[in-house]
């Protein structure tokens, strides 16, 4: 099993859609969880940081649920510029700090 | 400087042949990490430098891969005796601290071809 699963996708969505994105990871030690952007052929930028209490930047709500092991990203509104694919992302701390990353899931809005 | 900074950019070599791949992080930055993308998959670890040194060695696919890290900045990554596999684009991210909660940034990559 991955240490960290998300759904491949694709998700083709229509302009304005809300649109939600699933991770799970397997390792109950990991400490940090991000959403990672990365546009094609070009490098991964971090979109946000996932925090227990959820966190919110504008049009995009990161979860995260400890007990499950699963964190989501739920984008409202999808513009054109969302296109992109979407990696989960978790660390854990300790002797070898790692970033451990999702496949990713790839998302296209349509016009 | 500014960003991660890779080199070269793309690199093309035959089969058999060694290369060797920079990268330049963000200055101040301790923790350094190679992954390696191949085309449509996702990011696949390679190792992590904490300083000059690698705690984490366990992706490096095989005893061909060596990495190593100086004066806590720049790193090479060398593929020794190139196979076709090795094709994918390798990526470099730094960071500042162990803190959690610390961002990641990442190179353009070097996209290695091996025909």
């Known amino acids: 099993r991955k240490e960290v699963e998300q759904d491949p996708g694709p998700f083709n969505v229509p302009e304005g859609a809300t649109v939600a994105f699933n991770c799970t990871y397997s390792n109950s030690a990991s400490q940090s969880f991000f959403w990672y952007r990365q546009d094609c052929r070009k490098e991964p930028k971090l979109l946000m940081s996932?925090?227990?209490s959820g966190n919110e930047d504008g049009r995009f709500t990161a979860q995260l649920n400890r007990a499950s092991q699963y964190i989501s990203l739920l984008i409202r509104d999808s513009k054109l510029s969302d296109s992109a694919t979407y990696l989960c992302v978790v660390t854990r701390t300790g002797s070898a700090r790692q970033l451990t990353f999702g496949s990713g899931t790839q998302l296209t809005v349509l016009p | 400087g500014a960003g991660v900074s890779q080199s070269p950019s793309n690199k093309v070599t035959e089969k058999g042949k060694d290369v060797e791949l920079r990268c330049d992080p963000i200055s101040g930055h301790t923790a350094l990490y190679w992954y390696r993308q191949r085309l449509g998959q996702g990011l696949e670890f390679l190792i992590y430098?904490?300083?000059?040194?690698?705690?984490?060695k366990s992706g490096l696919p095989s005893d061909r891969f060596s990495a190593e890290r100086t004066g806590e900045s720049v790193s090479t990554l060398t593929i020794q005796r190139t196979q076709q596999e090795d094709s994918a684009v390798y990526l470099c991210?730094?960071?500042?601290?162990?803190?959690?909660?610390?961002?990641?940034?990442f190179g353009q990559g070097t996209r290695l071809t091996v025909v």
């Open positions: 991210a730094s960071s500042d601290t162990w803190a959690q909660n610390t961002e990641a940034f």
């Open positions: 430098f904490q300083g000059n040194s690698a705690p984490d």
């Open positions: 996932v925090y227990s």
